[in-house]
């Protein structure tokens, strides 16, 4: 057995938004031998989407240490804290400014296992996210069918496909469904910025709405991921708690905060546009439904689900529709909800332990893109994180090497609470006024 199996080891995860902190901290305890110690310390990189507390309670992983950073801080801990296993659970960006950043950082010197991947579904920017994320010593593939077009992007391009390895959304988990509750439980599973625009975020809430009228013995709960004034990976403009506000619910119809996993718990019909809890119910066996009611469109993520046997409309819905999901299907999207979940990250164990145990250890990061291959390209990347070409941090790059005092706290909760109000409410009158 490789040592790296049984030391203790040390993993750090920077994430940025708290969806992205729950995927990296998952994935980081699925990815370290059960029999191993670990120490998991995590970094939030400051920003727009910088986890709240209740919104870190609720993704309900602890670490035994956890700050938020700059990526100047991060940069410099990582050569002052020695690390087993690093992930990094960023937006594309974030993961090649990073990467660059601790090519510098560390030299030809020791470093850890470099690990990224995705949230949830791949559906838009393929190319575009998986050419940011290469250098990674793993490139997480959250199913075989992932894993499969995730190869032919890198060898398309010429680059180096033997980081990718297929793994599952790490979040999975909980009872397999076994009947329906008493009462039966509909779920509407919201998403911050699908649909993206008022018409359609109110057609849906109205759907809701009448189905709750139309069948008064069940239980129907709005799934929110987010309180106003709360981020998450993606920018919600339109919360459906604004949208709630003046209309008149009917008593069985509630909104609803929480773990997905305690959700899905009493849960007997999922229905989403195209969110990973979709995903989540199918591994669980839960009934799910994705939309078509807007149309299956790649700007709307339901086209993932083509060919799942999920797609139906609030009509069918309505008339009382129960979806049969296609088990090819399933079985290729990493949902393993035959039982194969246990072992779904092995791979990826045996190879985290592979790079830990190499001769002379790990040799310098390579990414895809350099000044030379991208130089159109990676140096406004690069520099949106305050890192020069060579990866370095710019001159007054923001660090701090203390906590923020009261009055600092004070400012930046108030240019959050600005940059929100221009997102909610500035920036679609903006738009409108363009489409004038």
């Known amino acids: 057995?490789?040592?790296?199996?049984?030391?203790?080891?040390?993993?750090?995860?920077?994430?940025?938004?708290?969806?992205?902190?729950?995927?990296?901290?998952?994935?980081?305890?699925?990815?370290?031998?059960s029999a191993a110690g670990v120490r998991l310390d995590g970094y939030l990189l400051?920003?727009?989407?910088?986890?709240?507390?209740?919104q870190l309670e609720e993704v309900g992983v602890r670490a035994d240490s956890l700050r938020e950073v700059t990526g100047a801080e991060f940069?410099?801990?990582?050569?002052?804290?020695?690390?087993?296993?690093?992930?990094?659970?960023?937006?594309?960006?974030?993961?090649?400014?990073?990467?660059?950043?601790?090519?510098?950082?560390?030299?030809?010197?020791?470093?850890?296992?470099?690990?990224?991947?995705?949230?949830?579904?791949?559906y838009e920017k393929l190319t575009d996210g998986l050419l940011l994320r290469h250098g990674a010593d793993l490139v997480l593939a959250n199913s075989r069918h992932d894993a499969d077009r995730f190869r032919a992007v890198y060898e398309g391009v010429g680059a180096d496909a033997s980081s990718v390895t297929e793994v599952a959304l790490p979040f999975l988990g909980g009872e397999?469904?076994?009947?329906?509750?008493?009462?039966?439980?509909?779920?509407?599973?919201?998403?911050?910025?699908?649909?993206?625009?008022?018409?359609?975020?109110?057609?849906?809430l109205d759907r809701l709405i009448r189905h709750a009228r139309r069948h008064p013995e069940r239980e129907v709960l709005l799934k929110l991921r987010s309180k106003p004034g709360e981020h998450t990976t993606h920018i919600e403009e339109l919360p459906y708690q604004k949208l709630v506000q003046g209309k008149d619910l009917p008593a069985n119809l509630r909104l609803v905060y929480g773990h997905m996993g305690e959700v899905l718990d009493r849960t007997d019909l999922l229905?989403?546009?195209?969110?990973?809890?979709?995903?989540?119910?199918?591994?669980?066996?839960?009934?799910?439904?994705?939309?078509?009611?807007?149309?299956v469109r790649e700007t709307l993520g339901n086209h993932h689900f083509t060919s799942s046997?999920?797609?139906?409309?609030?009509?069918?819905?309505?008339a009382g529709h129960r979806p049969s999901p296609n088990e090819e299907w399933v079985a290729r999207q990493g949902v393993a909800a035959d039982g194969g979940y246990a072992t779904a990250f092995d791979t990826a164990r045996e190879r985290i332990a592979k790079l830990l145990d190499r001769p002379g250890g790990l040799p310098p990061l390579t990414p895809y893109y350099t000044p030379e291959t991208a130089p159109g390209y990676l140096p406004g990347i690069?520099?949106?994180?305050?890192?020069?070409?060579?990866?370095?941090?710019?001159?007054?790059?923001?660090?701090?090497?203390?906590?923020?005092?009261?009055?600092?706290?004070?400012?930046?909760?108030?240019?959050?609470?600005?940059?929100?109000?221009?997102?909610?409410?500035?920036?679609?009158?903006?738009?409108?006024?363009g489409e004038l």
Not at 273 to 284: D, F, I, K, W
Request: aromatic share 6%; net charge positive; charged share 20%.
């Open 75 to 122: 940069l410099r801990a990582m050569t002052e804290e020695s690390y087993d296993v690093l992930v990094l659970a960023l937006v594309g960006g974030g993961v090649q400014a990073m990467l660059h950043g601790l090519r510098n950082a560390w030299g030809s010197g020791p470093r850890p296992a470099v690990v990224t991947g995705y949230v949830g579904v791949v």
């Open 1 to 33: 057995m490789p040592a790296s199996a049984t030391k203790s080891l040390r993993v750090a995860v920077l994430a940025d938004s708290d969806t992205r902190w729950k995927w990296g901290a998952l994935t980081a305890q699925r990815l370290t031998p």
């Open 176 to 204: 397999p469904y076994t009947g329906e509750h008493d009462p039966f439980t509909v779920v509407f599973a919201a998403q911050p910025s699908v649909p993206d625009n008022r018409r359609d975020r109110t057609y849906l």
């Open 271 to 295: 229905v989403t546009v195209s969110s990973t809890a979709a995903l989540e119910a199918l591994h669980r066996r839960v009934p799910t439904v994705v939309l078509t009611d807007l149309g």
């Open 46 to 54: 400051r920003g727009r989407a910088t986890p709240t507390p209740r």
């Open 382 to 433: 690069l520099a949106r994180h305050h890192l020069g070409p060579d990866g370095a941090p710019l001159p007054g790059a923001p660090a701090a090497d203390k906590a923020p005092g009261p009055v600092r706290q004070i400012v930046r909760r108030a240019a959050r609470g600005a940059y929100r109000h221009g997102v909610q409410r500035v920036a679609p009158v903006i738009r409108r006024m």
């Open 309 to 318: 046997g999920c797609l139906a409309s609030w009509d069918q819905l309505d």
